[in-house]
């Protein structure tokens, strides 16, 4: 064999040598990120489920699930560069020098992340919370490091990021164990007061979710050129509060019918 022809072939078997080390490394790599990604959620989700199980709040459960998960995963791109042969000290340097730069590019992400620190401490609302913000509103689902997710009485979902929670008036619904509820029928001048407040009371001790005390009431709220205005008022459960409001929207058409209330000349029932 020649000379040449032996370079040749030299060079022929280390091309296919560093091939197959190329291909072994790529497969070694996708190995890596399939398993790290299963156990970077596999980990979070443990973490998570410790947390539920010592009953800690489910606000702070899922702030620290969506934060532990992130930063496992970032363990495991860090891991899968290292691998590569890339240098992750001077790779974290890189991003410590461009760390103002990425702030200024980030600094809502940033004032998310910051604001939904504030709120996982603070607890101003919690999940299962029914919120006001401007005008959006529903029951909290979830806290996350950015965003947190709100879900309509119609099943629609709400994502506000953390920083618009912090900056907004918010009204809970949920943070008081009582809540007022006030319900407001419009009548004609010829109903008989005492025998409306009779039933209204009645009716409302028959259904059981008012609270007794303070006592439930129903007062003259005002007098109209056509019409009283008459109130009930009591305190309830917040959870019972959309329940009782619409029993007694309900009730109120049988009220008129009974000739209880007599209708005033232009409305009927008005909350």
């Known amino acids: 064999m020649s000379l040449s022809k032996f370079f040749n072939l030299e060079i022929m078997q280390g091309s296919a040598q560093e091939v197959t080390l190329f291909i072994l490394k790529i497969l070694y790599v996708f190995l890596i990120f399939v398993i790290g990604w299963y156990l970077a959620n596999r980990l979070s989700k443990t973490i998570k489920n410790a947390m539920l199980r010592a009953n800690i709040d489910k606000g702070i459960v899922s702030f620290i699930n969506s934060a532990s998960k992130t930063l496992f995963k970032i363990v495991v791109l860090l891991i899968i560069l ?3 042969g890339l240098d992750t000290s001077a790779l974290t340097a890189t991003l410590g020098v461009g760390a103002v730069a990425i702030g200024f590019a980030m600094k809502d992400s940033l004032s998310n992340v910051a604001s939904g620190v504030l709120i996982i401490i603070n607890k101003p609302f919690k999940i299962s919370d029914y919120l006001k913000i401007d005008n959006l509103e529903g029951t909290v689902v979830k806290i996350e490091i950015l965003f947190t997710t709100l879900v309509t009485s119609d099943n629609k979902e709400i994502i506000i990021p953390n920083s618009n929670l912090i900056s ?26 005492e025998k409306a407040k009779s039933y209204l009371l009645e009716l409302i001790t028959s259904k059981d979710i008012a609270f007794k005390t303070p006592k439930p ?20 459960k917040p959870d019972d509060y959309k329940n009782l409001h619409t029993f007694v929207q309900e009730s109120a058409k049988n009220l008129f019918d009974q000739k209880i209330f007599s209708l005033p000349f232009r409305n009927s029932v008005k909350s």
């Open 82 to 84: 290292s691998t590569l």
């Open 168 to 193: 907004k008036n918010i009204v809970n619904y949920n943070a008081r164990q009582e809540r007022r509820f006030s319900f407001y029928f419009l009548v004609g001048y010829d109903t008989n007061f």
């Open 217 to 236: 009431c129903v007062v003259i709220e005002e007098y109209r050129e056509n019409h009283i205005k008459l109130a009930l008022k009591l305190w309830c």
